[in-house]
């Protein structure tokens, strides 16, 4: 197998290890054993756990923040928002990079991971507030709704039938956004 073939393999199963127990849950040995390489390999293309941990954040991250970019292309306002949204809400679909994210913010007391899990947030913030030239306080609704979609992803409220999930998984329209301003806000 190629290096890159095999960085590849050892990026998708410790993404797994990562979504499922997070930076210092995870296990490099149980990385190295399903890749079928020693956990020294592992260091060797990776150089610490927190440095692959934070490689599979940052790409989480950025799968979120490309797939708002592109699908608001070439629109502003409410139809790049709504367009962002369906892309986001798509994306959900991707449980090891819903959970890593989630993993990600967990493991913010760590002053390193917080700052590349503050530069992702970022990314994601300006994606948003650029793409649609929506004000600060619509954009805010905008990821703090996506934020309740994410936890709600986490716990798989699809599978529960309470009306507290059912509210989690209710469909917000697009033009409830318009509504949110700063001068409502006051």
Request: hydrophobic fraction near 45%.
């Amino acid at each position: 197998m190629s290096g890159t073939d095999r960085r590849a393999q050892v990026l998708a199963i410790a993404a797994k290890e990562f979504a499922e127990h997070g930076l210092h849950g995870a296990s490099t040995e149980a990385i190295a054993r399903a890749a079928g390489i020693t956990q020294a390999y592992v260091f060797r293309i990776f150089g610490t756990k927190k440095a692959l941990f934070l490689e599979l954040v940052q790409a989480a991250f950025a799968r979120v923040s490309d797939g708002m970019r592109d699908a608001g292309e070439g629109k502003t306002g409410l139809d790049a928002l709504s367009a962002m949204g369906a892309q986001y809400f798509d994306l959900l679909a991707d449980r090891t990079g819903l959970l890593l994210q989630l993993q990600g913010f967990a493991a913010c007391g760590d002053p390193e991971v917080r700052d590349v899990v503050r530069s992702c947030f970022a990314r994601m913030w300006d994606t948003a507030e650029d793409g649609t030239g929506l004000e600060p306080v619509t954009v805010k609704t905008f990821l703090a709704f996506g934020m309740l979609l994410n936890t709600g992803a986490a716990m798989d409220v699809e599978q529960v039938e309470a009306d507290w999930a059912e509210g989690v998984r209710t469909w917000i329209r697009p033009e409830l956004f318009a509504h949110i301003t700063t001068e409502a806000n006051r």
